[in-house]
């Protein structure tokens, strides 16, 4: 699950507010979710814990999403790149850029069809009425963002050929 | 033949290097436009994104992740080879077998096969070489035993394939632990046949005292606890799975705390490193969901049932055809895109056969882990051989051999025995 690799140095690069919001986020579900714990073992239950962890939980997926756009982490099979020579692996990871363009900008496009649909109905969490509006822009940026970088990243790979 | 082309379609994405999730996310909205027609299509995508970022199930996944990352930064890593080494590691074999309890303790932490085999192999390594055993026993016993990590709980396969296949999480992770017990066994009798045969491939050390033993075993006993506590509170119904992440995660702070290992570049190391990987695995999910939900529209898992309702023989001809099926994928696929790809075909057909989906669950794990160690792609004994660089691929592949034929053996078994898989959660009322 982890991905523990103790000759990993990934980790030491600079982190901006990104890293801040997701780690926020995080932090946060596992204490809310520890509390929610504790609290209904002693008997004093924590109401609308779980609508909390889902919103915390939201950040931190969708900041961690766009983070590992930025530092290229995506999971591939690199079968054939590891054995063929540097144009042809440069052609491949263009392609690559570019479907994943369209891919996320689907997802943003869907995204941002089902928050407008829903913009109107005043959605909310039943607990907490956690209004949903600004959790279902969140989504959308995200993945608008990750379009965005991944168009970054052909361009420049078609700069970089020229 | 929309489905027989989509799948086709994304093994020439994957093998193109595209990214997984990326691969099947298209494949999935693409064939979804050609369906259904292009607004259901983009809907839908969007509403499995908002779905599965604010699924407050998946909240278990980033919360292990980040117990992971602080018990590895509070050196609980080499806790559990040291102990066993302690233990076990005069005897003849003794640092394989440790190497293989090291694999089992420090797997239920980090939950990665890939993390276990570079972990204990930077350890179990230098010390198997030092004590003058066989290259090919001490490489191909920790390729072996980093496969350990995926099977047993927490488990990151298991919880990617608990939300792909909308099964509970906690039930997987209970139904994980007695195959998990026995795959560590079938590991540990392999390396002791093996010094029986050729004992001179691993000579006998002198004794650990019982000071030394103790210490070691007082070591490994706070890290040792808290997994004890997150598996219990699973299987005893203490916790939901994410309460236990949660708890877990707690706890190895607190551990990181004990240990004088808590400080502000660790918490921020062990974050970030737990973001990136969360951020990988979202994305594999959100794609693999897309996919699956195009996989059942197009009805392509009716077409393979009744293929092998063809063949006649019943549900066990069935899951040889699929084990072969899978052994043969997971030679050119890499595991996660193997399992991601086969579950939105294979389980519809499992539930028809009358067979348990949390069955199909650790069966398909243990299918994904033997592609780990076995050649062409063999992801692990790459890892080893990147610690290892004096000892030839062909004798890392030769040293795992039998570990591969103990593989077959506990897989047999898993088919012919369900209730390997099934009897610990009914046992327990889950």
New interface residues.
């Given amino acids: 699950m982890a991905d523990v690799n103790p000759q990993d140095s990934r980790h030491t690069e600079a982190r901006g507010p990104l890293f801040y919001i997701g780690a926020a986020g995080l932090l946060l579900a596992m204490a809310v979710e520890a509390v929610s714990v504790i609290g209904r073992h002693i008997g004093v239950p924590l109401l609308g814990a779980i609508e909390i962890i889902q919103s915390a939980i939201l950040l931190t997926a969708t900041a961690a999403m766009v983070s590992t756009t930025i530092c290229r982490a995506h999971a591939r099979v690199t079968l054939l790149a590891d054995r063929v020579g540097p144009s042809a692996r440069g052609a491949l990871k263009r392609i690559s850029a570019l479907l994943s363009v369209l891919f996320f900008a689907g997802l943003a496009a869907g995204s941002l069809w089902l928050t407008v649909d829903t913009w109107s109905e005043f959605e909310e969490s039943e607990l907490l009425h956690i209004s949903f509006r600004p959790l279902r822009l969140v989504s959308f940026a995200g993945a608008a963002v990750i379009a965005a970088l991944f168009l970054r990243e052909l361009f420049r790979r078609t700069g970089e050929r020229r | 033949m929309s489905g027989t082309l989509g799948v086709i379609a994304l093994l020439v ?11 099947m ?2 494949v999935g ?1 693409v064939g979804l436009m050609v369906l259904l027609g292009p607004e259901p ?7 499995v ?2 779905e ?5 199930e ?2 278990v ?6 117990m ?2 602080l018990c ?1 930064a509070a050196g609980a ?1 080499r806790d559990f080879f040291d102990a066993a080494a302690r233990m076990i590691g005069h005897r003849r074999g003794g640092l394989a077998l440790a190497s293989i309890a090291g694999c089992a303790g420090f797997g239920a ?4 096969s ?2 276990t085999a ?2 204990i192999g ?1 350890i179990g390594l230098p010390e198997m070489k030092r004590r003058g055993y066989s290259d090919a026993l001490a490489t191909g016993s920790i390729a072996a035993g980093g496969t350990l ?1 995926s099977i047993i709980p ?4 298991l ?1 990617v394939f608990g939300i792909i296949a909308e099964e509970s999480i906690g039930k997987l992770f209970t139904a994980a632990i007695l195959p998990g017990i026995t795959q560590t066994l079938f590991y540990m009798i392999t390396i002791v046949l093996l010094c029986r045969w050729r004992p001179s491939i691993a000579p006998t050390a002198e004794r650990a005292s019982w000071a030394e033993r103790r210490a070691a075993l007082l070591r490994v006993s706070d890290v040792g606890g808290l997994i004890l506590v997150v598996l219990a509170g699973i299987a005893f119904g203490w ?1 939901t799975p ?2 236990a ?3 877990g ?2 706890g190895s702070l607190a551990l990181c705390a004990w240990r004088r290992a808590l400080s502000r570049t660790t918490l ?2 062990s ?14 999910i ?2 693999a969901l897309i996919f699956s939900v195009f996989m059942s529209v197009t009805g392509l898992a009716a077409q393979v049932e009744a293929l092998m309702a063809g063949l006649g023989g019943g549900p066990i001809v069935a899951i040889i055809v699929m084990t072969v099926l899978l052994l043969l994928l997971g030679s ?3 595991g ?2 193997l399992m991601l790809l086969t579950t939105p075909i294979l389980l519809p057909i499992i539930v028809n056969l009358g067979l348990s989906p949390i069955w199909f669950g650790i069966y398909l794990i243990r299918t994904m882990e033997i592609g780990f160690v076995h050649p062409p ?1 063999g992801i692990n004994l790459y890892v080893i051989q990147g610690i290892a660089q004096d000892t030839p691929l062909t004798r890392i592949f030769k040293g795992v051999v039998p570990f591969l034929a103990a593989d077959f053996v506990h897989l047999s078994f898993l088919i012919a025995v369900p209730a390997l898989a099934l009897a610990l959660p009914a046992w327990l009322g889950q």
């Fill in positions: 994405l994957l093998t193109l290097g595209v990214p997984i999730g990326v691969a996310g298209l909205m299509a983009i809907v839908k995508s969007g509403v994104l908002f599965t970022v604010s699924r407050y998946l909240g996944l980033p919360l292990f992740l980040l992971a990352h590895f890593s932490v980090s939950g990665s890939l993390a570079a972990t930077l990590g927490p488990s990151g396969a919880i916790f994410t309460e992440a949660s708890v995660a707690v921020m190391n974050l970030a490193q737990t973001l990136r990987t969360t951020g990988m695995i979202y994305v594999v959100v794609g050119v696929l890499d996660l895109a792609i």
